[in-house]
């Protein structure tokens, strides 16, 4: 069984900042590629960043300048570095990692159950 749990999601200001982490346990052998997907109130899930196994990084466009896609893989963590956050923000920040296990050698997605960033004053 593989876990992903995100954690780092708050309350914050318009124009604050905040740093979301999400470490993966379980039956990992290798991390692939990591993901940022963030799903705001009556919206569809949408992509938001993409860190490589060679730690090549990826935004959309709303994103870009403001978040930072980073991950420690000796941790088995991945991090995304919010700043200048806007109410658009807004919604449930979730991560997705493909990821070998050591049961089988195939590579799978896996989600994690996602953390709370509200941007509101």
């Known amino acids: 069984q593989v876990q992903l749990v995100e954690s780092g999601g708050d309350l914050v200001q318009p124009g604050g900042s905040l740093r979301l982490s999400c470490v993966a346990s379980?039956?990992?052998?290798?991390?692939?590629?990591m993901n940022w997907y963030r799903q705001g109130p009556g919206k569809a899930r949408e992509l938001v960043a993409v860190i490589d196994s060679g730690s090549g990084t990826d935004y959309v466009d709303p994103v870009k300048g403001r978040f930072t896609i980073s991950r420690d893989d000796a941790k088995k963590t991945v991090y995304l570095q919010m700043t200048k956050l806007k109410p658009e923000d807004t919604g449930v920040y979730y991560c997705?990692?493909?990821?070998?296990?050591?049961?089988?050698?195939?590579?799978?997605?896996?989600w994690g159950q996602g953390t709370q960033v509200t941007v509101s004053s």
């Open positions: 997705n990692a493909e990821i070998q296990t050591t049961i089988a050698p195939r590579w799978y997605y896996y």
């Open positions: 379980g039956t990992v052998f290798s991390i692939g590629t």
